[in-house]
């Protein structure tokens, strides 16, 4: 299985809705990953959980909280967003060894901030 | 701090055409790794190639090669005999392993039209 899982695949939310974004991976991989990505635009790296904490916060604001339940799972949890937080919500994994190797994405989840 | 740069922003070709996207990069580090992926319309990013700055080799893969240089910083991707199917937004990447930074820091991306 080398597939990485996302849901949901849309969602629309206003800005007083709490919810969250699901991302699973059986493959083994102990690094998980979240970015951002705007339309026209490269993705943009949020956070990187490895071996189940959290190792890089790209400075992304409270309103964004991830988690990571187990090697497995990854949420993302939503709060009071604003709609520029409108996006392409990707997850990823990778595993983790001393040589870097390729990330694996998942399909996003598309965001609307109302 | 490191930096991708595909400077093509848009290339259109006919089907059967050979096509190069050009991928130029900057690092402090000695030891980093290069990737290219590609996004169809559909979202996903599709994982192509990964280089550690090592290995200087080309690659061929079917119809894709990759050219990696590193006197001029650069991962160039070819695609010989493009088809309509090629049509997406490619990107190249780089993540440091120096800083133990395991993060990809993307190009702005080179979108691909391949006409029919």
């Known amino acids: 299985d080398t597939e990485v899982t996302q849901t949901p695949k849309h969602l629309v939310m206003g800005m007083t809705n709490k919810k969250s974004l699901k991302c699973e991976q059986h493959?083994?991989?102990?690094?998980m990953y979240w970015y951002k990505q705007k339309a026209k635009k490269p993705p943009e790296l949020m956070f990187v959980?490895?071996?189940?904490?959290?190792?890089i916060n790209e400075s992304v604001p409270s309103r964004f909280s991830p988690e990571c339940p187990n090697s497995s799972l990854l949420n993302l949890h939503l709060h009071a967003l604003q709609p520029e937080d409108s996006a392409l919500y990707l997850c990823?994994?990778?595993?983790?060894?001393?040589?870097?190797?390729?990330?694996?994405f998942g399909p996003g989840t598309r965001l609307t901030v109302l | 701090a490191q930096k991708v740069t595909q400077a093509q922003t848009e290339i259109s070709v006919v089907e059967k055409e050979d096509v190069t996207l050009d991928c130029v990069y900057e690092?402090?580090?000695?030891?980093?790794?290069l990737f290219w992926y590609k996004q169809p319309p559909s979202g996903e990013l599709v994982f192509l190639i990964r280089?550690?700055?090592?290995?200087?080799q080309n690659e061929i893969s079917g119809r894709y090669s990759w050219n990696f240089q590193k006197s001029t910083s650069s991962f160039n991707f070819t695609i010989t005999a493009s088809q309509v199917v090629d049509s997406a937004v490619y990107f190249c990447?780089?993540?440091?392993?120096?800083?133990?930074?395991?993060?990809?820091?993307f190009g702005s991306g080179t979108r691909l039209q391949v006409q029919p």
């Open positions: 990823a994994s990778s595993q983790e060894t001393s040589v870097l190797t390729e990330q694996f």
């Open positions: 493959m083994g991989h102990r690094a």
């Open positions: 959980y490895s071996y189940e904490k959290l190792s």
């Open positions: 690092t402090r580090d000695t030891t980093y790794y």
């Open positions: 280089r550690n700055s090592f290995d200087e």
């Open positions: 990447a780089l993540s440091e392993a120096d800083t133990g930074r395991r993060a990809l820091t």
